[in-house]
């Protein structure tokens, strides 16, 4: 993981109607395929007069390695914090919107709620399902879901209270995803942890006598505390499906699209924005979904896969496999095309000043992307 030497690029927009040009970009480390890193924005520090920016801030990085959490600093380019978050494969670790906390999660299902960016560790859980995959904050920051695959895929959805003077963790619920046994003499399939303390045999934890098709993938909240979540089932198309924010079922509807596979396959999920989802499945196409009624308005047929995005106002912003940056319209027009300096598949997308500075993480190269607009943006 040795720092590698500043590159600078220049890449103008082939559609004049949308002029970004990328300054430069500075391949930094490696990091590995999670859900989520974090950013942090530029701080305000409090200095007699104005409150005014920390600039340094923007150029600060965290990443998971295995267990750790590696900081990496774009200005120094050096490695500043390296320590051990879990004893366990960190999976999942998003900053929350108000960038006071920071939550993470292992593969072996510890949660941890951390300050920002001190990362001085506030409160533990242990959440009733390994294999966790998908994490999200609340637009308000004062609770994050965690997304579970396996024979217990679930959603467990925490807040964040104050009530005894210091941070807080606790489960407010957990929906489990049916299961529909394929093979095998039993009768039922006990679907959640929490119903009994006495674990499912053996022989269904393994895989031997049981298939187990139906598991949640990702989920998202949005400003009125409803949640998206995303279903994949084995026999079936996939399923979207809306909750309220104490847990109930609200709607569900089948993720399909006129003329193609009914089994589509999600790869990414956007955070909301003016009422929409975008969905990225395989097929190289983006589905915005309509976030109350669950009605695909639009398909993008962009022509590869991604598994990251971020908004860009309105457009939304997609690293190809090519490492290009591509930006499309709300009608789903493409608006521009950018390389992005490196050839590096691309797991993860982030600004660091909105519209302004970008991060992109891959498998092995992170790399940060100031962007100078001609659109007065």
Same mark, same amino acid.
């Given at each position: 993981?040795d ?13 004049s ?11 930094a480390a ?70 006071d ?9 510890e ?13 533990v859980a ?7 995959h998908h ?21 467990v ?22 299961q ?13 942890? /929490? ?7 053996k ?5 031997l ?32 499906q ?16 006129e ?15 003016d ?38 106002g ?29 050839a ?12 302004? /500075? ?20």
């Amino acid at each position: 993981m040795d720092s590698k030497e500043p590159q600078t690029a220049k890449h103008r927009s082939d559609a004049s109607r949308y002029p970004i040009e990328i300054l430069q970009s500075w391949g930094a480390a490696s990091a590995r395929h999670t859900s989520g890193c974090v950013v942090h924005p530029p701080r305000r520090t409090e200095q007699p007069g104005p409150t005014v920016k920390d600039p340094s801030s923007e150029f600060i990085f965290d990443a998971p390695l295995g267990p750790s959490v590696v900081r990496w600093d774009v200005v120094a380019q050096t490695r500043r914090l390296q320590f051990q978050a879990h004893n366990d494969l960190v999976t999942c670790m998003r900053l929350s919107p108000g960038g006071d906390y920071i939550a993470t999660s292992c593969y072996s299902g510890e949660v941890k709620l951390w300050s920002a960016p001190q990362w001085e560790c506030l409160a533990v859980a242990m959440a009733p399902m390994a294999s966790q995959h998908h994490l999200a904050w609340s637009p308000d920051s004062s609770r994050f879901l965690i997304v579970g695959n396996g024979i217990n895929s679930s959603i467990v959805m925490y807040s964040v209270s104050m009530e005894t003077g210091k941070p807080q963790l606790s489960q407010l619920w957990q929906v489990v995803a049916p299961q529909d046994k394929t093979k095998g003499s039993e009768d039922k399939v006990q679907s959640s942890l /929490a119903e009994s303390e006495t674990p499912p045999p053996k022989s269904s934890q393994s895989g031997l006598d049981y298939q187990y098709g139906n598991a949640f993938y990702m989920a998202e909240i949005n400003p009125s505390g409803d949640v998206l979540a995303v279903m994949e089932r084995q026999s079936a198309p996939t399923l979207v499906q809306l909750y309220s924010p104490e847990g109930k079922l609200l709607k569900t509807a089948e993720l399909t699209v006129e003329g193609g596979s009914k089994k589509l396959g999600t790869l990414l999920i956007s955070t909301y924005r003016d009422g929409i989802y975008a969905l990225g499945v395989q097929g190289g196409r983006v589905l915005y979904l309509d976030s109350e009624s669950l009605a695909v308005t639009s398909v993008l047929n962009v022509g590869f896969s991604s598994r990251t995005c971020v908004w860009d106002g309105s457009s939304l912003v997609l690293p190809a496999d090519t490492g290009k940056l591509v930006w499309w319209g709300a009608g789903g027009e493409k608006l521009g095309e950018f390389r992005a300096g490196s050839a590096d598949y691309i797991v993860r997308l982030d600004w660091s000043v909105s519209g302004h /500075a970008l991060w992109l993480c891959g498998f092995s190269v992170l790399s940060y992307l100031q962007v100078k607009r001609n659109d007065n943006g």
